[in-house]
């Protein structure tokens, strides 16, 4: 089916581990994008790509790498995962303005 | 600093029982806001986009509306199945993120 989807759906990883979030999508979209949703805080912009090997900080990038060699995978890397990392992760693409979701990672660092 | 702002965090209605949610925004030059509904354990689903103060947009039971300063999700005679997350969401000029309120969460009670 087209669309974007995410892998893992959950994740339960351990403090100072290296966890690879995946994003996948079939729409051919120029942009992606990773959020994170916190209690209280809304959707919070990690990273965002224009288009393969273009990448750029949002608001909240510590602690994260991405890289997007092919315009429909965007993968996003905790290099040293921290218990303040816990959190659900989504991924967005838009060829506009809209911004279309994945179903989320919930991940959690012990 | 740009911003969103929605009220009232949670709302609890009764099956057809209308009511409004508000979205307030500060954003330099908005170049759209953005309506999007969240059920739990899901990503955000696309609802209506706004490009101007005075437009409308409407779908089945929900109408949005924007102002120079604000934006309101009118919802007519709400059924059980309305019950979601809406989030309120900016982009600004020369931005390709989107600013995300913390949304209210909506109850409607059969």
């Known amino acids: 089916d087209a669309g974007i989807t995410q892998s893992p759906r959950y994740k339960i990883t351990e403090t100072g581990r290296q966890v690879t979030l995946m994003c996948h999508q079939t729409w051919s979209h120029s942009y992606m994008f990773w959020y994170r949703q916190d209690l209280g805080h809304g959707l919070r912009l990690i990273y965002y790509s224009a288009a393969a090997d273009i990448t750029d900080k949002g608001e909240v990038p510590d602690g994260y790498v991405v890289s997007r060699s092919k315009t429909e995978n965007f993968p996003l890397t905790l290099e040293s995962a921290t218990r303040s990392q816990t959190s659900v992760y989504f991924c967005?693409?838009?060829?506009?303005?809209?911004?279309?979701f994945g179903p989320g990672t919930r991940l959690t660092v012990t | 600093e740009d911003q969103v702002t929605q009220s009232p965090e949670a709302l609890r209605l009764q099956e057809g029982e209308s009511s409004s949610l508000n979205c307030s925004y500060t954003?330099?030059?908005?170049?759209?806001l953005f309506w999007y509904r969240q059920d739990p354990g899901k990503g955000p689903e696309f609802l209506f986009t706004?490009?101007?103060a005075g437009e409308e947009k409407e779908k089945e039971r929900l109408k949005a509306t924007l102002t120079k300063k604000e934006s309101f999700l009118h919802i007519t005679a709400p059924k059980p199945e309305d019950s979601a997350t809406y989030l309120c969401?900016?982009?600004?000029?020369?931005?390709?993120?989107?600013?995300f309120g913390t949304g209210t969460r909506l109850t409607v009670i059969p």
């Open positions: 969401a900016a982009a600004a000029r020369g931005a390709n993120n989107l600013f």
């Open positions: 967005a693409s838009s060829e506009s303005y809209e911004q279309y």
């Open positions: 954003v330099s030059g908005l170049r759209g």
């Open positions: 706004l490009y101007s």
